[in-house]
C-alpha cells in the first residue's frame, strides 16, 4: 500500500496535511512524558517528596531503557522512511524487523546485568538510606518490564513512519490516561506508594505496546514484519542513525546524577525535589521542539530517499518560522507559569517551591536556543546522518552541559547549576546553525 504522507511534487506540500502528522506527533511526545509526571505529581502529594527523589534516582536507569529503545526507533524509523520513499520496501521491512529484535535482545541483557548489581548502582547514582528502599522497587518494576518498554517505544516511531500518527498517537494517550486512573487508584485509594506509581506505568505502557501489536496484526499499511533477513549490519546501521537518541538518553543519565549532587550539596534532599520537578516540567517544553521536529522527520526522509531536494527545502521553511516564533512565547509562557506548573508538585509554602520556581525560570532560557539545535539533529536523522546528528545531541546534552554544570555552581551557586543548560544550548548554536544552512541537494541514499 501507498504512503499517504509521500510528497510527489513541491504543489501537494500543504501546511495543513504536515499538521496531520506533526500534531498527533507533539501529542505523542506529551503522552510519553505522563508516564513520569504523572508519577511525580501523585507520589509527591501522596507519599513524599523522599519518595520524588527516589524516582529521580532511579531515572539515569529509566535513560539507558529508553536510550536503547530510541536509537533502534529514531533510527531504524528514519532509515525505513528513506527506503519508503525509495520504494524499497524489503529494505524498509528489513529495518523494521531487525530494530526490533536487536532492541529488546539487547536491552534485556543490559537490564539482566543491572539486576544483579542494582544496590551498588543505586547507590552510585545517589540513593542513601532515607530513599534506598524505594529507589529499589522503583528501579524493579522498569527493569522487569524491559521488553515493553522498549517495544512500545519502536511501535510509536515505525507505526508513525508506516503513515499512522494518529494510530501512534492513541497508542500513546490510551497508556497514559490509563496511567492516570491507576496512579490515582494504587497511590490515592490504595495507598501503595511508589509500588503503585511503577505498576501503574508499567501497565500503561503494556496497554500501549498491545494497541502496537495490534496494529502490525491487523492495521498494517505498508511496513511488515519479516523474520527473513534479519541482519545485524542492517540493525547496525540503524543505531547508527539514531545514535543521537541514545547519546540524549545517556547524557540524561549522568547529568542527572550531577544535578542531583549539586542540588544535594547546595540544598539537601530539597535540592534533589527541586531538580527533579524542573526536569518533569522541562519535558512540556523541549517536547514541542521535539515533537515538531519529529513530526517532520518522516516526510522528509520520504522526499530524501525519493530524490526530492525541493520537498526538503519547502519543508524545512515551515520549520524555520516555527523556530523563530516559538522560543519567545515558549520562554514567556515558563516565567509565568512556573509557579502553577510547581504547585502540582508541592505546597506553595514549602522551601522546595521557591527553589523549583527560581530554578526553573533560570532553566527556561535554555528554550529560547534548544529547538535550533533539536530541529538540526532530527533534520541530519532523516537524511540518514546520524553521525552528525549524534554530534549536536553529544555536545548540547553532555560534554558542554557537564562543563557548565562543574564550573558555574562553583562560581554562583544553585543559581549557576540552573544556567549550565542555557549555556551549554547556547554555545551548542555555533554547530548546529551551520548544519541547518546545507542544502539537501546531494541526495544519498541509504545503501542497503
Not at 265 to 282: C, H, R
Not at 394 to 404: E, Q, T
Request: aromatic fraction near 14%.
Amino acid at each position: 500500500m501507498e504512503n499517504t504522507m509521500i510528497f510527489r511534487s513541491v504543489k501537494e506540500v500543504r501546511f495543513s496535511k504536515l499538521l496531520s502528522f506533526i500534531i498527533p506527533t507533539y501529542l505523542t511526545s506529551l503522552f510519553n512524558t505522563v508516564y513520569t509526571i504523572v508519577d511525580g505529581i501523585f507520589v509527591s502529594e501522596y507519599v513524599g517528596t523522599n519518595a520524588l527523589a527516589a524516582i529521580n534516582i532511579v531515572y539515569p536507569i529509566v535513560n539507558i531503557l529508553t536510550g536503547i529503545a530510541l536509537v533502534f526507533a529514531s533510527g531504524g524509523s528514519s532509515i525505513a522512511a528513506l527506503h519508503m520513499g525509495a520504494g524499497e520496501k524489503e529494505e524498509a521491512d528489513r529495518s523494521l524487523s531487525s530494530s526490533f529484535f536487536f532492541s529488546i535482545l539487547l536491552g534485556s541483557l543490559i537490564s539482566i546485568i543491572i539486576l544483579f548489581n542494582l544496590t551498588s548502582m543505586l547507590s552510585l547514582l545517589g540513593a542513601r538510606d532515607a530513599t534506598m528502599r524505594d529507589c529499589q522497587i522503583y528501579a524493579l518494576f522498569w527493569l522487569l518490564g524491559t521488553p515493553i518498554v522498549i517495544g512500545k517505544e519502536l511501535f510509536t516511531y515505525f507505526i508513525r513512519a508506516d503513515g499512522s500518527p494518529s494510530y501512534s498517537f492513541a497508542t500513546a494517550l490510551a497508556g497514559g490516561v490509563l496511567n492516570i486512573v491507576l496512579d490515582y487508584l494504587f497511590i490515592h485509594s490504595m495507598n501503595m506508594g511508589i509500588r503503585g506509581a511503577a505498576l501503574a506505568t508499567l501497565i500503561g505502557l503494556a496497554v500501549s505496546f498491545c494497541m502496537g501489536v495490534f496494529y502490525f496484526v491487523r492495521k498494517k499499511k505498508y511496513l511488515r514484519f519479516t523474520l527473513q533477513g534479519l541482519s545485524l549490519r542492517k540493525a547496525l546501521q540503524c543505531m547508527v542513525n539514531g545514535m543521537s537518541e541514545f547519546v540524549d538518553q545517556i547524557a540524561i543519565a549522568v547529568t542527572t546524577i550531577i544535578f542531583n549532587r549539586t542540588a544535594l550539596s547546595f540544598a539537601g534532599e530539597n535540592g534533589i525535589a527541586a531538580v527533579s520537578i524542573i526536569m518533569y516540567l522541562q519535558f512540556l517544553a523541549i517536547g514541542i521542539y521535539f515533537g515538531f521536529s519529529m513530526g517532520l522527520s518522516t516526510p522528509l526522509g520520504y522526499a530524501y530517499g525519493n530524490r526530492q531536494p525541493e520537498i526538503c527545502r519547502k519543508l524545512e521553511a515551515y520549520a524555520y518560522r516555527f523556530l523563530f516564533t516559538a522560543p519567545m512565547i515558549i520562554y514567556a509562557l515558563t516565567w509565568l507559569l512556573a509557579p502553577l506548573g510547581v504547585s502540582f508538585f508541592v505546597n506553595q509554602g514549602s522551601s522546595v517551591f521557591s527553589l523549583a520556581v527560581s530554578g526553573m525560570r533560570i532553566y527556561g532560557l535554555g528554550f529560547l536556543f534548544c529547538g535550533f539545535n533539536i530541529f538540526s539533529a532530527i533534520r541530519c536523522m532523516s537524511y540518514g546522518r546520524g553521525h552528525l546528528s549524534g554530534c549536536i545531541t553529544f555536545l548540547r546534552s553532555f560534554a558542554l552541559l557537564i562543563v557548565f554544570l562543574l564550573l558555574l555552581p562553583e562560581k554562583f551557586g544553585l543559581a549557576g547549576l540552573w544556567s549550565a543548560m542555557p549555556a551549554a544550548e547556547f554555545l551548542t548554536l555555533f554547530v548546529s546553525i551551520p548544519l541547518l544552512r546545507k542544502s539537501p541537494r546531494n541526495v544519498i541514499r541509504t545503501e542497503a
